[in-house]
């Protein structure tokens, strides 16, 4: 991103925060949710997806800049930056670096529009390590789901899918993206 568009981005975001969310973090701190209007001004900006690629939807922050937004996140309720968080890191970047060409074209605009990610370890035993899973991703091992959407009980859009990343088998050590479609019933938490 060239610095006048990101010094445009981080001037939004700072109004965002000084003037949408931190009026309302008693209504947050209430309510365990970002209120809609504050999640869809942030989706309207491009939060959602600020690191993923701009081919994609996203705005295509660096490093640096994730940084410098994420100050800007923490002038306010520690609620606020996990509503978008997983989408542009773990789960995000996990499509970024590991998912297929396919899975990227399909999941990543959805991601950068606003949906909510997840990530999940396959087992319960690995905690939060998942540099050595014993098991191979697999729709039956799925333990445990967590979104980032300002700890709201429910997701306010699900893309219906988990994107996990492990080994696609016992045998095989190759960690990808494994994207699992979740049921309409599953819960959310």
């Not at 973090?25 to 809609?36: F, L, S, V, Y």
């Amino acid at each position: 991103m060239v610095a006048a568009d990101f010094k445009a981005v981080r001037d939004a975001v700072r109004r965002l925060v000084r003037e949408d969310a931190v009026p309302r973090e008693d209504e947050i701190e209430e309510t365990d949710a970002i209120p809609e209007d504050v999640r869809r001004k942030a989706a309207d900006m491009g939060l959602f997806g600020y690191t993923l690629p701009e081919e994609h939807g996203g705005l295509g922050a660096t490093l640096s800049e994730d940084v410098q937004l994420a100050f800007e996140f923490g002038r306010t309720t520690p609620a606020f930056r996990p509503m978008f968080g997983t989408n542009n890191g773990i789960a995000g970047k996990v499509l970024v670096n590991a998912g297929t060409e396919e899975q990227q074209r399909h999941w990543l605009p959805r991601l950068a529009e606003g949906a909510v990610a997840s990530s999940a370890l396959t087992e319960a035993e690995a905690g939060s390590d998942p540099q050595e899973p014993r098991r191979g991703v697999r729709r039956g091992n799925l333990r445990a789901a967590t979104t980032s959407d300002g700890h709201s009980p429910r997701p306010p859009r699900c893309v219906g899918a988990l994107p996990v990343f492990g080994p696609s088998s016992h045998s095989d050590r190759q960690r990808t993206a494994q994207p699992l479609p979740l049921p309409r019933s599953a819960a959310v938490t």
